[in-house]
């Protein structure tokens, strides 16, 4: 048995080579993600950077921390507050008593002398950071600073903005730059006087005593040792970045492992398909159904090994290859690279395996039925190429698919908007079309063809013959342009959709005019900018601020909701909230606005919550909003956000203002600080443009792995069945047609199945989009469809293009004249 299918292999590579291509390609596709995923797993351990020299340091409570039952358990559940606590100042004092303290500010600084998101911090808390003069000296009256990491020299005067507004100020010192912040240290004083509130105590006391004087005392922790860590700007920042990644890496990993049992099923069922005369042959031999079925399973397997082994050395060139990609792209953080995982290629390996043995099972059990003389006996045409429990499959998965998504827009519209559904749902339709494609060939063949097929000459007659009587043909060549385009138009175009759908939703939920927000590199507007906004003549101003509310769903889990502080009255003068029950008009301190998501959302009920600096309080609903594409939170007054600092104003101009006097005043009253002024229109586009440019490099990179991937696939399926129909080809040469008709009919029969492949595919995603449009109506959100035309155009030409190169270049090969020697 072994040498038969040795020799089998060595007489057959060439109908083999696209099986091995594809299985190939998919196992280095699937290492590649299964590499890059682990090393996504794990972010990099850290030690403290802020305070590294400190002893011990008191901090305020940055974290919210609420028992809950999960099942006859009560555990307890962490999430990060909106606004951290600060450090209470009689603590100053107590701890004093200890040993030496120093408190630390930080607070935001802004000049066009500093980088971006440059934060202030007293001189005195520069002895326990990696921060040491290397130039200069310590600031020591109010005016001077030192700089870390910026393009000022000793001696500059530069225009350093704060919350109480800008002032030039000399640098005195410089120290280095550091990963972690950009850090502008000012004397004591006047850190204290530009920010009041202490963010962290050092204390050089022992660690016991420090815990036992602050016992007792709420929102504060005390740090030593590695925990120090949680001291740092962002100590979170790694784990979150890799969420992302992560993210992105799954979905791709999963839609790859798709693509690949997709395409190596289709390839592996044709390769058996082109066979059938040779198992003719085998049975009138004399071998057995079961010896059939164990050759095919057989070759599939060393085909398998081989295939999966080259593809194990190809994904460990191609993850580095790919976190690279991801970091130019700045989808992964800069220190992202790849780790020494090895159970990835394992799994790889023995995926590549089981997707093979399990591609070519139904074809090995067809194979075993081959009667010797219906094998004999058949024609080129295709018959019975839908057996019955395939097409049962293949209707029971599109009933499935197609039941699914009616269930979901009819129970939980909002479910279809997310990534996650909108990524997987097109998955079942595509694997459903690709199975009864053989049923769908003919038809489609037959409407595509009829146009070609009335013009002048015998090629489009040739061509949409030769297709339809294919079927098998068709349909596997057909397979790889399916999945191409049916995900590009329904990944791509259903982000654009949402995203389209989230602007929309965004224009119409305020009546302002213009919107005022911080410049680049700052997350809040100062007080003074504040006050000379709402000064200026001709403007009705709302102003608010980011914020959250955490509240219980059931007993079992803690909720974090974005909110936004706001002033009631000036809210509904300007806003245009999808209120569907209550009024904006009656939120006080006492009562908050939520939406539709909130477990039992009914006005006047009451509903116990913490506040963005963790206070718990029990507040009334007054209004609740519609859901919408899920972007709207809850509203609470500004004293239920303590902590919050004003990001966004929103202008309205009363009656009789003009529009360009009103914006030219704007403008001047937050020039100083660099904040920017907008029209609505403008807003909305810079808020929610089309789709970022990580999650479009994103969905890009898994659109790039099914098309590149489906390609190949697609070249090698036509390699293999052009090498077939050589003597087909070479019959119609000897009936009198040319070379270049020969080529031109074989060229006209691959677009023809390229076309027919892009039918099926744009049919699948418009099932998709069309499901998510209706969600959309459903959930009141104001939007039209996305269709990405010119992604799916581009990738029609592309498989069209490589089909065409993959059929005429074997065919060429085989028609051209053989040189004779002379006798």
């Known amino acids: 048995m072994l040498r038969m299918t040795l020799g089998g292999l060595r007489t057959r590579w060439t109908t083999l080579v696209g099986t091995f291509v594809a299985l190939g390609l998919g196992v280095a596709l699937i290492a590649t993600m299964c590499l890059a995923l682990a090393s996504t797993l794990d972010a990099p351990r850290r030690g403290p950077e802020r305070f590294a020299a400190a002893p011990v340091v008191v901090r305020g409570t940055d974290t919210l921390t609420v028992p809950v039952r999960r099942g006859p358990d009560i555990e307890k559940v962490s999430a990060p507050l909106a606004h951290p606590r600060p450090v209470p100042p009689e603590l100053v004092a107590r701890l004093g008593r200890l040993g030496p303290v120093t408190p630390d500010r930080t607070f935001p600084v802004r000049s066009a002398a500093l980088p971006q998101g440059a934060v202030g911090h007293p001189w005195s808390a520069a002895a326990f950071t990696p921060y040491r003069l290397t130039a200069g000296r310590a600031p020591e009256k109010a005016g001077e600073v030192v700089v870390a990491g910026s393009e000022a020299r000793l001696g500059d005067r530069v225009r350093i903005g704060t919350a109480s507004g800008d002032q030039t100020r000399v640098v005195v010192g410089t120290v280095p730059r550091s990963a972690f912040e950009s850090a502008v240290f000012f004397t004591d004083d006047e850190a204290a006087r530009l920010s009041p509130r202490i963010d962290a105590l050092v204390v050089r006391a022992p660690a016991a005593e420090v815990r036992e004087a602050v016992a007792g005392t709420a929102g504060v922790r005390v740090l030593t040792g590695v925990d120090r860590r949680r001291a740092d700007p962002d100590p979170d920042r790694d ?30 069922a044709f390769a058996v398909a082109q066979r059938r005369r040779e198992f003719g042959l085998l049975r009138m031999a004399g071998a057995t159904p079961g010896q059939l079925r164990r050759v095919v399973l057989a070759e599939a397997a060393v085909v398998g090994v081989l295939a999966s082994a080259a593809g194990c050395a190809l994904g460990t060139w191609g993850a580095p290859w790919l976190a690279r990609q991801l970091v130019k792209g700045a989808v992964a953080p800069e220190w992202f690279t790849i780790d020494d995982h090895f159970w990835p290629l394992p799994v790889a390996f023995s995926t590549g395996l089981l997707v093979a043995l399990a591609g070519v ?35 029971g998965l599109l009933l499935a698919g197609v039941a699914t998504l009616g269930w979901t827009l009819a129970d939980d519209p909002g479910e279809l908007l997310k990534r996650k559904t909108y ?41 949409r013959e030769s297709a339809s009587a ?11 342009v399916l999945i191409t385009v049916a995900l590009t138009g329904s990944l791509l175009g259903a982000a654009a959709t949402v995203s389209q759908a989230k602007a929309a939703e965004l224009r119409d939920q305020t009546r302002a005019d213009f919107v005022v927000t911080a410049g680049a590199g700052s997350e809040e507007l100062s007080a003074s900018a504040v006050r000379r906004v709402s000064d200026v003549p001709g403007a009705l101003v709302s102003t608010s601020a980011t914020t959250a509310v955490f509240s219980r769903d059931g007993e079992s889990a803690l909720v974090k909701s974005a909110a936004r502080a706001v002033d009631p009255a000036r809210l509904a003068a300007v806003g245009r909230l999808p209120v569907v029950s209550g009024s904006v008009r009656d939120l006080d301190d006492r009562g908050i606005v939520v939406n539709e998501e909130w477990e039992r959302p009914t006005v006047g009920r009451r509903v116990a919550v913490w506040l963005g600096d963790g206070r718990k309080t029990t507040l009334r609903i007054v209004a609740v909003l519609r859901t919408g594409t899920g972007d709207n939170g809850a509203y609470v007054t500004w004293r239920n956000a303590r902590g919050a600092a004003v990001d966004r104003i929103e202008v309205r101009l009363r009656p009789g203002a003009d529009a360009a006097a009103v914006a030219k005043e704007l403008r001047a009253a937050v020039r100083s600080e ?15 443009p089309r789709t970022s440019p990580q999650t479009r490099l994103g969905l890009l990179v898994v659109v790039g792995i099914a098309l590149i991937y489906a390609g190949i696939a ?19 040469r000897l009936a009198g047609a040319t070379t ?7 060229a006209a029969e691959a677009m023809l199945t390229v076309a027919v492949g892009a039918l099926l595919g744009v049919a699948v995603a418009g099932v998709q989009l069309l499901g998510l449009w209706g969600a959309l109506g459903r ?4 939007a039209s469809l996305a269709v990405p035309w010119g992604e799916v155009g581009a990738a029609v030409a592309a498989c069209a293009l490589l089909a065409v190169v993959s059929s005429v270049l074997p065919a060429w090969c085989a028609l051209r004249p053989r040189l004779t020697p002379r006798r």
Do not use: C, K, Y
């Open 740 to 746: 270049f008709q020969v080529l031109r009919a074989v």
């Open 674 to 688: 660099g904040g920017q002024v907008l029209t609505r229109d403008a807003w909305v586009a810079a808020v929610h």
């Open 714 to 732: 697609l070249a090698g399926t036509l390699v293999m069945a052009t090498s077939d129909r050589i003597p087909e080809l070479r019959a119609l």
């Open 779 to 782: 959930l009141s959100v104001p």
């Open 361 to 395: 099972w139904a074809a090995a059990r067809r194979a075993g039925r081959v009667e010797p003389a219906e094998a004999l006996r058949e024609a080129a045409v295709d018959s019975r190429t839908m057996p019955l429990t395939r097409r049962l499959l293949g209707a």
């Open 470 to 480: 294919g079927v098998r043909r068709t349909a596997s060549v057909a397979a790889p």
């Open 239 to 268: 784990s979150r970045a890799l969420l992302t990644v992560n993210a992105l890496l799954g979905t791709a990993a999963g839609v790859t492992g798709f693509v690949s049992v997709f395409v190596v099923a289709s390839t592996f």
């Open 423 to 463: 990524t997987t749902e097109p998955m079942v339709l595509i694997t459903a079309v690709g199975l009864l494609a053989p049923l769908l060939v003919r038809p489609v063949v037959r409407a595509l063809g009829h146009l070609p097929a009335r013009l002048p000459g015998a090629t489009g007659i040739l061509a």
